[in-house]
């Protein structure tokens, strides 16, 4: 039997318990969180509150780190001292490397790297994940298990879990300021703001599917919604003229920047 323990158990770790409810078969699963309060009602969850840390460390064979960047340096000490070198330690805390858990923790840990986004909360996530070598096969598949409880996962390389974060893990709010210019347009000629962004709202989901399943390339789908001499040619050419896709990919390289730069601070 897996046992599977979360320490933390703020909105990210929540939405995974909520999303594992019931799904794992023949799993216990623990969890600790420095607030009390937020264990209150952790059996709802289907999982049992742990008095502490090493608790977790010592009876889990897969441990979920879902804790604030300043608690990582103590929750991994409290790991170690556990003193049990064969867990798979499965980390949502973006923009920490599999060697810097190692490095805190036992050399020859096993570290399944995530770079979930806020849509999980909604069941709806898109989380990058990575692997090496020291995990298995079968504890791959069992993490990845967990981590798509919340949505879809996609596997990178390991050392391409920067560049992601921009991908699916800022991304988010990309797409919000970019429809944050739609729905003040929207306002400023007249249209309630809510009936704006239900319905552009609802035109972000049908493009998404329309991208995923239609077997059409993003400039096939581009082409189809472009009549020659048409409204969209028009507002194209805008976008083309403020060069937005250069401009996108300048915000992704940024992003990828600042992830290295917070990488070598750690």
Known sequence: MNKLGFI?????????????????????????????????????????????????????????LAVKPQQLDGVLSEIKAAGNNSAVIISICAGISAEYIRERTFPEAKVVPVMPNTPMMLGAGASAMSRDDKVSDEEFAFARKIIGSCGITEVVPMDKMKEVIAVNGSSPAFIYLYAKG????????GIDRDAALRLF??????????????????????????????????????????????????????????????????
């Open 182 to 189: 739609f729905i003040d347009y929207a306002d400023s000629v």
């Open 8 to 64: 933390g158990v703020g909105n990210m770790g929540r939405a995974i318990l909520n999303g594992i409810n019931g799904k794992l078969g023949n799993t216990a699963v623990f969890a600790y969180d420095a607030a009390p309060e937020k264990l209150k009602d952790i059996a709802s969850l289907g999982a049992t509150a742990a008095d502490s840390i090493r608790e977790i460390a010592e009876k889990c064979n897969f441990i979920l």
């Open 201 to 266: 709202a609802q035109t972000l989901i049908g493009s998404a599917r329309m991208m995923t399943e239609s077997g059409m390339t993003v400039d096939e789908l581009i082409k189809q919604v472009s009549s020659p001499g048409g409204t969209t040619l028009a507002g194209l050419d805008k976008l083309y003229e403020g060069r937005l896709t250069d401009v996108a990919q300048e915000a992704c390289r940024a992003c990828t920047k600042r992830a290295y730069e917070l990488g070598e601070k750690k």
